[in-house]
């Protein structure tokens, strides 16, 4: 069955491959003269589709994560998945599918994805922003356990990304950083909020998560 998987993914990728370097070759051939500087090279196929096959790997396992996180939680905050909800009717109605253009009018919905990838970030690997020892500071005292970056941070609140007035989002703190930063950024930053957005908007358009018996564990592992 696996390598079946793999083949099917070759195939899609070799299919693509073939594409873009068809156009490749029609655009340098359209843009350059005998008397160029330049010359065409073609780089061998094999990295290419293992590098983007690696891209697709990353990105369907994240976001598969995110969302998993995601359903868990709205599962135990009701309250939450209505006001995701109301927003929704409100501002697309349900005689349509929610669109990329919808992000704008949906900043509560926004606000909680933001907030997952707060409370359980994909890759939480980064800093720790609590003190992992009793430690000190110049003349200052810092007990195991002080924690500085979040008010409430086990609290899952996407209130914190919106703006005073509710209708805007906003980022409390310059330690969210989900996805890395500087030129270790994640690559799918965009296309995963992009589909973070698209997967919650419709599922949540068209169905009630009710709370299950037990409810799910909200600790998880690494």
């Not at 390598?3 to 195939?11: G, I, T, Y």
């Not at 949906?106 to 009793?134: C, G, N």
């Not at 356990?145 to 805007?168: A, C, H, Q």
Request: hydrophobic share 35%; proline share 6%.
């Amino acid at each position: 069955m696996l390598r079946q998987c793999f083949s099917v993914r070759d195939k899609l990728l070799q299919k693509k491959y073939e594409e873009h370097k068809v156009n490749v070759h029609i655009h340098y051939y359209k843009n350059t003269n005998e008397n160029s500087e330049y010359s065409l090279v073609v780089i061998n196929m094999n990295p290419v589709l293992m590098t983007v096959g690696d891209i697709f790997r990353a990105g369907v396992e994240t976001t598969t994560t995110v969302l998993k996180w995601s359903i868990a939680y709205l599962v135990h905050n009701p309250p939450v998945q209505r006001k995701i909800q109301q927003e929704l009717d409100n501002k697309t109605g349900k005689d349509r599918h929610p669109q990329l253009s919808d992000r704008g009018n949906l900043p509560y919905l926004e606000a909680t994805i933001r907030e997952v990838l707060r409370i359980r970030p994909v890759s939480p690997l980064l800093i720790p922003h609590v003190a992992l020892q009793d430690t000190s500071v110049g003349e200052y005292t810092v007990q195991k356990g002080t924690r500085k970056e979040w008010k409430n941070p086990e609290l899952f609140d996407p209130g914190r990304f919106l703006n005073e007035e509710g209708d805007g989002l906003c980022c409390p703190s310059a330690s969210y950083l989900p996805f890395g930063a500087g030129v270790r950024v994640c690559l799918g930053e965009a296309l995963a909020q992009m589909e973070l957005f698209l997967f919650l908007s419709w599922i949540l358009q068209k169905f009630t998560m009710p709370a299950g018996q037990p409810l799910s564990d909200l600790q998880g592992n690494l």
